[in-house]
């Protein structure tokens, strides 16, 4: 008779206790108070200015007379205008070229990093006087030539195109980060493989594949850019337009709760946005 083989005893399991949720620990108290004091008291004491003087005391007016100051509509559409464009523009540019490193040429991931970041060590006093005297000589080159029509174009006080062009300098850098901690959590080269085997064209690859899946890294880089166009003033102010942060400081030297109210709003305008596009963008994941 062969002798059986012995059975090795089944293990006991370990019955899983699930981990009560205690109280929120005492490190996030001693951080977030004093971040919260630190954003908030300042907009309370701009608030409050606004809403009271000792002549009047408590009152509304300067809300109210913001919808019909000069100027205020105009700017305020002219920046958002200006952000919209520069925003399409500039993740026009950064997203095909970054899956294309990635797909493509993985070595040159830090020399495109590199690149990307170089507008932050770059002032940008310094790159509008670049700008300036660049659009200066321009002007004297390009008199003779049927070009000159495209770069007067470019600078119409309505809509100047040129700053949309600086914009999307100083925000490359925000918008490469956001974009790119989003691909580093999914594996593009086998997402582009699959959907490419399958038939997809390359627009539909975009579209349809790699957009999707970078909802909150797009959401991210669209905020970014629209708090900085709302609030940029060197480059705007030195080469002469009037968009809404311009507009605020403009109008302060005359009535001071007005330009404070106007800055109170559009700070509440870009947490309302910020609250909109992040609620899109997990409504759409969920």
């Not at 030195?238 to 302060?252: K, N």
């Amino acid at each position: 008779m062969t002798a059986l083989a012995p059975v090795a005893p089944v293990p006991e399991t370990v019955p899983v206790v699930p981990r009560r949720r205690g109280r929120p620990r005492l490190w996030r108290l001693v951080v977030l108070a004093p971040a919260a004091l630190y954003f908030l008291v300042p907009l309370a004491a701009s608030f409050w200015y606004t809403v009271h003087n000792e002549a009047t005391g408590f009152s509304f007016a300067p809300y109210a007379q913001l919808w019909t100051a000069e100027g205020f509509l105009t700017s305020l559409l002219l920046s958002f205008g200006l952000a919209l464009a520069t925003i399409v523009l500039v993740l026009l540019l950064t997203l095909p070229a970054m899956i294309t490193v990635r797909l493509s040429a993985p070595r040159l991931r830090p020399v495109m990093e590199v690149i990307c970041t170089l507008p932050l060590i770059v002032p940008p006093i310094t790159l509008v006087a670049g700008v300036g005297k660049s659009l200066q000589v321009g002007g004297e080159v390009l008199a003779p030539t049927p070009f000159w029509a495209t770069l007067i174009a470019l600078q119409n006080q309505d809509f100047p195109l040129v700053l949309v062009f600086v914009y999307v300098i100083l925000v490359l850098p925000f918008v490469y980060r956001s974009l790119d901690a989003g691909l580093r959590t999914m594996d593009v080269r086998t997402l582009v493989e699959a959907a490419r085997n399958l038939g997809a064209s390359w627009p539909h690859v975009m579209l349809r594949v790699i957009v999707p899946n970078l909802r909150s890294a797009l959401a991210s880089a669209a905020f970014l850019t629209l708090a900085l166009v709302l609030g940029e003033y060197t480059v705007a102010g030195i080469l002469g337009y009037q968009p809404f942060a311009v507009w605020i400081v403009t109008i302060s030297g005359a009535n001071g709760q007005l330009s404070v109210a106007a800055s109170v709003l559009s700070l509440l305008l870009t947490w309302l946005l910020l609250l909109t596009i992040s609620g899109g963008s997990r409504d759409r994941s969920a």
